[in-house]
């Protein structure tokens, strides 16, 4: 049960800087980042697909790239890359061309271009794969060209991926070898949870299956504390412990002394799932004997923590030679499961028709529209696999037909290369790279197939729609035809955001044509400024660019791919209070809204936007290797919030304050304490200092229940505890760390003793209660787990902090802090008498309630009176400091100060990079997911634009959830809005939230409204509102009634709101509740749009 060594052990030795990759370090750790940053990659084939590849791989942080590809631009390869400009059609090297531009994605990685190289046969590219770790070819080549570098893969033990996209269709191929390790196959964290207690065998066995003798299953059972969530293992799963009590024959807590369990901390045990909250734990025997009822007794005070230990495996992968025989059996679409072994059997008619040209080294292309050619596809095809498009029992006529329109799409556009599918499939095809690299995350078996067929049109274009014309959107109409490039140049579209998501988008976009024509814009908005973490995956940014705005940068990048694109940037968020800027007149010119957003209000507030102005909305996100996109169309789909996640669990206050048994519970509580002691202190402060008022009108701006404690704070702060030099701030620190980890412990086991009884006869410190120690200072202690000096980092970090804040020069020294150390007189301690602690949350909020209104105005007056007047200190202020995760003397203080109080309840600690995670509530992101759900949404896209000749359904739109870390994709039809059904006008109207009452009189009188209301949908008004403020009900004063119907509409509201109307605004929501005239039964009607401009 020993831990075993890893088979992959890191090569790399270099620093990672933790500033740039610091968002994809919490998806591929520091060990996986490290191997990336020793790994070689070639990278064969650099039109659209190639580029994709090679920028999230270089954003990833690789040692090198090596770039191949001497094929000359084609109009066709500006579809998908960005990096290629349209005077460069014609010119040999592609890799060579875009080398530099790639190179500049990041300082760390060489990138090189394999100019030796002049054709792309075996013979030139075999000598390449030397001392690479990944070969990846990302367009098509002829098979026995890709089976012999395959070859030279495994024979030099370097992992293979062939890749390419044809229009709307692509391929990926992965072999890594007879025996790939794979040190994590998921990436999920470990699962983690607390013991309860562990069975003894004849325990279990007698309490859940009487008949079952122990001795056939020896194994004890292990149960863990379900208020703490389920423990998430399955079986064959390994799992550790820590942290355990309860188990020592010299542990007084232990009751049975006769079955003392061989348990061992650190140790690998496998186990077998037997519940949500049980397990056993296999090959450790630790059986009783069934007639002895002492041995049955169980302990009831075990603690302890589990942790799922995760190990390598190892995969065997067939060759590209072996697996063209085999039926693709990975799905992307659940609703195609045939597809695959179509798409297999297309792509090899394809390889072959290629494969006949007049050269090896110059393939038979065939030119969109070419019905010749892609008929001749379609027959070797059926050649093939003739069971594929035979009419039979199992294949009717119509799905033949269907397949046989497949594969004839794919041939007609194999030379398009959309910049989605491309962005699409390079997010996937990088993953595949880096895993390779990393040996972090599952691979793909063989062969996967993507594709985006309902974009297309039922029927082949005719050849004056898609014939090239050495436009830069060769391929986009090679695939949809000139008419909706058209639509496209002309679409107004907003995007709200532009960070990573965005600045993908933006690429895309400046690709595909959105908003590049006379007609067309496109309005970007991100209040956010570039950081250097940005860099890693938001790749329009460069180093020169820190600081500046993002939707700014990202505007004029995207604007050098595409000199035509209209765009224009704003620094605003989108909130009611920018509605002045993003309102009425702005919607109104819209075709559609693209949310790259990181947070859950402002995609509400953008959905409720669409559904008023009834746009299609494109909503997507990521989460480390998973990501997920939203297609809403309006009346098709249901809206992006009609569905939620339910609200975040928060930590109960009595655990936070006084029973923490989790790091998650620790490093809430540091950041709590940082923000009383460093911000809201010196806020409170500087409120004293610069008030103007009277003391009595001073004293009622405070909260009567904190108003004693708010004036001791600044009693402390400003007089009693004020430094002078930073010596004090030294002392006042080190006095800190004995107030939060010595004297509180002590007291609150003054009123609760480690031997407590409750009432119910069990132990106090049980369960999730862990019995805390108080600790004694010592600067050169160094925990267990994060193996850093708490004590000492505490004392500097509060020092430092405390100097800031009252502009003081700080230091950090070791030496300095040690000496001056020894001259703090530290007083002993002796506990309180009286002071109340509550056990549980019930007894905090009856605490509260007790003393709400307790403002001990006795005191309040002696403490102000004590107070230095703000005058004798004018100009004095204090800085108060506003917690960043990104500050690294913030996150030492918020790491120690949460390691600590977790020393204290004996709770594993953490380091300081995933302490930043968790207190920062960072979200884990990586450059290939985020280009994967972009060029997803983007050929949702496409079909909101309208397919040519095809009536898009439900069925055709597609939401995605990904995990490129199984991996697995799955895309499946949105779910239409939900109807609510009612009578108007003597007819059943069912209706969703994308409909409303429009009216549109002008800016009529409210009489004339209600008249209007009555005689067209035969309601009789009895309330009317708008947001909170009642217009109309009918039991309101009369007088007051007919004085408001005598008024317009917009002068009622504004007689009551107060507030004008901005002049962008057209138009006014109102709610309204009304009863049928004939039936008098209430009316369930949708709000109502009035136009009055």
Partial sequence: MASETSAMEATATAEVDEKLYSRQLYVMGHEAQRRMMASRALVIGMSGLGAEVAKNCILAGLSSLMLCDPTPVTSFDLGGHFYLRQEQIGTPNRAALCQASLAALNPYVTVDVATQVTDLTAASLLPLISGMTCVVITIPLPDDVVMAINDKCRALDCSFIYSQVAGVFSQVFCDFGQSFVVSD????????????????????ANAATPATPAATNPNPTVKVLEDQGRHGLETGDFVQFSRLKGFDDTDTDT???????????????????????????????????????????????????????????????????????????????FAKFDRPPLLHVAFRALAA?????????????????????????????????????????????????????????????????LSPMCAALGGLVGQEVLKACSGKFTPIPGFFYLDADETLPDDLLPLEEVAPSGSRYDSQIACFGKTMQQELLNLNYFLVGAGAIGCEMLKNWALMGVGCGDKGHVTVTDMDIIEKSNLSRQFLFRSTDIQEFKSTTAAKAAQVMNPNLNITAHQEKVAPDTEQVFGDAFYDNLNGVCTALDNIEARLYMDQRCLFYRLPMLESGTLGTKGNTQVVVPHLTENYGATRDPPEKSIPVCTLKNFPNQIQHTLQWARDYFEGEFKQAADDV?????????PEEYLATLQPNTKLETLKVISRTLVEQRPVTFDDCVVWARLKFETLFHNQIRQLLHNFPEGQITSSGSKFWSGSKRCPIPLVFDATDTCEDAQMKNHLDFVVAAANLRANMYGIKGRTDEEYFVEAMKNVIVPDFAPAEGVKIAANEAEDTANKNSTSMDTGDSEVDDLWNSLPKPSELAGFQLNPIDFDKDIDDHMLFVTACSNLRALNYQIPTEDTHRSRAIAGRIIPAIATTTALVTGLVCLELYKIIGTPRKTLTLEAYKNGFINLAIPFMTLSEPIPPGKTTCVLKGKEWKWTAWDSLDINLGDITMGEFMDYFEKEYNLEVSMLSHGVSILYSFFANKKKVEARKAMTMTQVITSITKKE????????????????????EECELPYIKFRFR
């Fill in 185 to 204: 196959k998921d990436g999920n964290p470990p699962h983690v949870s607390q013991l309860e207690s562990i069975l003894p065998t004849a325990a279990t």
């Fill in 255 to 333: 009751v049975n002394k006769n079955t003392t369990l061989p348990l061992q901390e650190n140790t690998h045990y496998e186990i077998k799932a037997t519940g949500p909250f049980t397990f056993e734990l296999l090959g450790l025997d630790w059986s009783t004997d069934n007639n002895n009822d002492d041995n049955d007794t169980i302990n009831p005070n075990q603690q302890g923590y589990i942790t799922q230990v995760k190990k390598p495996v190892t995969l065997s992968f067939r060759t590209y030679k072996d697996a063209l025989g085999d039926v693709p059996e990975m799905l992307s679409d």
């Fill in 353 to 417: 028709y290629r494969d006949n040209g007049d050269t090896a080294s110059q393939p038979r292309l065939i030119t969109p529209g070419d019905v010749t050619a892609a008929t001749a596809v379609l027959q070797i095809a059926k050649e093939l696999d003739p069971s594929l498009f035979a009419d039979d029992d199992n294949n009717n006529a119509a799905a033949s037909n269907e397949r046989e329109r497949i594969v004839l799409q794919l041939a007609s556009g194999s030379q398009a290369c």
């Fill in 686 to 694: 500087n409120a004293y200092l610069t008030t103007t008022t009277t």
């Fill in 1061 to 1080: 109307f901005p002049e962008n605004q057209l138009f006014i929501t109102l709610e309204i509740i009304a009863n049928d005239l004939d039936t008098d």
